[in-house]
């Protein structure tokens, strides 16, 4: 069974970055997309940003030209890279990867992100 572990969260002042990364272990295993997800106080959990194993990328356009996320296949990680935050995107985010050959989705626990004004 594949395991997804998230590292990265944190309390940053808006207008910082932080770098988010996700490791995916387990046995035998391949893994078509993986991506983040934010789940903010109150609401529901919404797609951030995705990425295929062959690198097609799809954005929340929120998030769009302040966020990069991008992926080691070799090493099944996936990171996503959080520039000029602001405090809407305040949240817990959770890494997710559709694992092949019948795409059933693994979460990870989840890394609080603060933004504070």
């Known amino acids: 069974q594949v395991q997804l572990v998230e590292s990265g969260g944190g309390l940053v002042q808006a207008g910082g970055s932080l770098r988010l990364s996700c490791a995916a272990s387990g046995r035998s295993f391949s893994i078509n997309v993986m991506g983040w997800y934010r789940q903010a106080p109150g609401k529901q959990r919404e797609l951030v940003a995705v990425?295929?194993?062959?690198?097609?990328?799809n954005y929340a356009d929120s998030v769009k030209g302040r966020f990069t996320i991008s992926r080691d296949n070799g090493k099944n990680t996936v990171s996503l890279q959080m520039n000029s935050l602001k405090p809407e995107y305040t949240g817990v985010y959770y890494c997710?990867?559709?694992?092949?050959?019948?795409?059933?989705?693994?979460w990870g626990q989840g890394t609080l992100v603060t933004v504070s004004s």
């Open positions: 997710n990867a559709a694992v092949r050959p019948r795409g059933t989705e693994v």
């Open positions: 990425i295929s194993s062959g690198g097609r990328t």
